[in-house]
Nanobody, 122 residues
């Protein structure tokens, strides 16, 4: 059973870069044909898919966040990482990592991490 766990700072200052890591256990992030996504949920709002990295290393981003987002991976550690640049308080959200069979994943299932709260505040 694949398990995912998000980690990173819970508080980020405005204009800084938010960095989160997802550690995967029980399966490899290079296994075909899965996609490894980052999704967030701001307070009082719905889930927003941010981007994904595929099993072969290709990256895909939401058009609305593409200019500020980078997703990378470390196959030796079986981890993938989100970087969101120039954050504002509007980036405050619970951030999830997930595995999906398609590039865009927005339906929670048992291949999602538990989520981590990130607050952007000075």
């Amino acid at each position: 059973q694949v398990q995912l766990q998000e980690s990173g700072p819970g508080l980020v200052k405005p204009s800084q870069t938010l960095s989160l890591t997802c550690t995967v256990s029980g399966g490899s992030i290079t296994t075909a044909s899965y996609y490894w996504s980052w999704i967030r949920q701001p307070p009082g709002k719905g889930l927003e898919w941010m981007g994904a990295i595929g099993y072969s290393g290709g990256t895909y981003y939401s058009p609305s966040l593409k200019s500020r987002t980078s997703i990378s991976r470390d196959t030796s550690k079986n981890q993938f990482t989100l970087q969101l640049r120039s954050v504002t308080p509007e980036d405050t959200a619970v951030y999830y990592c997930a595995r999906g069979n398609s590039i865009v994943t927005t339906t929670p299932d048992n291949h999602w991490g538990q989520g981590t709260q990130v607050t952007v505040s000075s």
